[in-house]
């Protein structure tokens, strides 16, 4: 699976849209971008994943470049439970063991 | 809707003893995988399965044993507890083996530690 670069952290103001980047240039075709996000000491939580077009859930928006070689997660509105640590990650197709390597992430503080 | 289930939340050993931990999930799954997260590790893969009655092993299997007689459960077994294994275990499903367009969802963790 290709790597990922997030930045190390963001602060993001309470009711704002925040809006986390990330750089995968060595995605290949069959690769998806995933989000996830972990609250400390929770389990990591899904947040949303696309392959080509622009995706949206009822948590975020995910913004892909035409040449996919970058990526936004947008939360419309943030709170303060947002804060947590955001990983970005690529994922190609197949079976078998799913390693799901989690990188460093950006770390978000939404500030009140 | 429960999603992924992990019981006990919180697990103290002595070396030596053995346990179980449980997951069960019952978004009727193909897929269920054990990680185990340590500071500054990131998550490490301990085993998987990709149906019931099938299971393999991960990047880090020694110690631990698994089962999946049903779709629903996938335990962890520790054979002989060591310090070692003092870590955070998650438990993840999803729906289909295939990776790629179907997302793991985890549950909140099993806090062992062994003495």
């Known amino acids: 699976d290709a790597k990922t670069t997030q930045p190390p952290s963001m602060d993001c103001a309470e009711g704002r849209a925040a809006n986390l980047p990330c750089n995968h240039s060595t995605i290949s075709g069959n690769e998806y971008v995933y989000w996830y996000r972990q609250i400390h000491s929770q389990g990591p939580q899904y947040i949303i994943h696309?392959?080509?077009n622009n995706e949206t859930n009822e948590m975020a928006s995910l913004i892909i470049t035409e040449d996919r070689k970058s990526s936004t997660l947008i939360l419309p509105h943030a709170t303060l439970r947002d804060t947590a640590v955001y990983y970005c990650?690529?994922?190609?197709?197949?079976?078998?063991?799913?390693?799901?390597?989690f990188g460093k992430g950006t770390h978000l503080i939404i500030q009140p | 809707n429960a999603g992924v289930t992990q019981t006990p939340k919180f697990q103290v050993l002595k070396t030596g003893q053995s346990m179980t931990l449980q997951c069960a999930q019952d978004?009727?799954?193909?897929?269920m995988s054990w990680y185990r997260q340590d500071p500054g590790m990131g998550l490490r893969l301990i085993h998987y399965s990709v149906g019931a009655g099938i299971t393999d092993q991960g990047e880090v299997p020694n110690g631990y044993n698994v089962s999946r007689s049903t779709t629903e459960d996938f335990p962890l077994r520790l054979l002989s507890a060591a310090p070692s294994q003092t870590s955070v275990y998650f438990c993840a499903s999803s729906y289909s083996a295939n990776r790629g367009n179907s997302p793991l969802h985890f549950g909140n963790g099993t806090r062992l530690t062994v003495t």
């Open positions: 978004m009727n799954h193909e897929y």
């Open positions: 696309g392959l080509k």
């Open positions: 990650i690529v994922r190609g197709s197949g079976g078998g063991a799913d390693g799901l390597t």
